[in-house]
């Protein structure tokens, strides 16, 4: 609200309010209030802003796909440390992170990797690979009815974080789940009540796959399943 204390104030610069006041006045600085005018364009400011940030969200999502043919280039370390760092924040269950990340950056053993991933070779040429491990145990005792699957869940969803940012930060990834899983787990020192999620591999890609999507508004309904009136 402007009266005629706040619109004689916005008017004058900082160093011009002190002049104003004797030290005895106050103890305390006086902050400058913003005038109304001032505030309307903040608030559009920050509505644009809100509103390029969640655009940018939406091509995110939209343009994010699974690339198999990697470049050698270089993955700056600290992009992946951030990336999982960052992923870490996702929904689970009774806020229980149940899932440990392997990096991997051997040459030799993403080649290994790749022959156990039924020859699903290509994974080696990305300059890392991150290995999603799931650890059921304290989700289950917190949860012994639901825990698997809450354990599954919170364990998807910090790996789509992860799809996700790889994607944002320039980079190409994709959910490798096909593997012989028991030998990758002994290959990699994983103990047998764990179980390996996914084999992501990290890297900039070398193409471009367009997939078609069944992206069609009938797979939503309202208020009840099957109905699609509003
Ligand atoms: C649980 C899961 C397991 C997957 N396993 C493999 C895999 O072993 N090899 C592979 O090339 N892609 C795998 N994918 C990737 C899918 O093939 C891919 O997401 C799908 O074709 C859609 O393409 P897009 O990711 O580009 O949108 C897997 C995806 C998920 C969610």
Known sequence: MTNRFTSFFSSKKEHEID?????????EPQKVLPTEKELKN?????????KSFFEQNL?????????????TKEVDEKTIYDI????????????????????????????????????????SEAPYLL????????VISMYPQDGMRYSIQNTAAYIQNILSLVHAAGLSS?????CQNDVLKEYLGISGSLSIDAVLPVGY??????????LILDMVFFETYGNRDK
């Open 42 to 50: 903040l608030r559009k400011e920050n509505a644009l802003l809100k």
């Open 84 to 123: 999982i760092e960052a992923s870490l924040n996702a929904p689970a269950t009774g806020n229980i992170q149940n899932y440990r990340t392997i990096i991997v950056k051997d040459q030799k053993r993403k080649n290994e990797i790749g022959k156990i991933a039924l020859n699903q070779c290509w994974l």
């Open 59 to 71: 091509e995110s999502i939209k343009t994010r796909r699974s690339v198999r043919k990697y470049s």
């Open 205 to 214: 890609a070398l193409e471009k796959p367009h997939v078609e999507k069944e």
């Open 131 to 138: 290995i999603i491990v799931r650890d059921d145990s304290k």
């Open 19 to 27: 002049d104003y006041y004797s030290p005895d006045d106050y103890s």
């Open 174 to 178: 994709c959910w490798v789940e096909a």
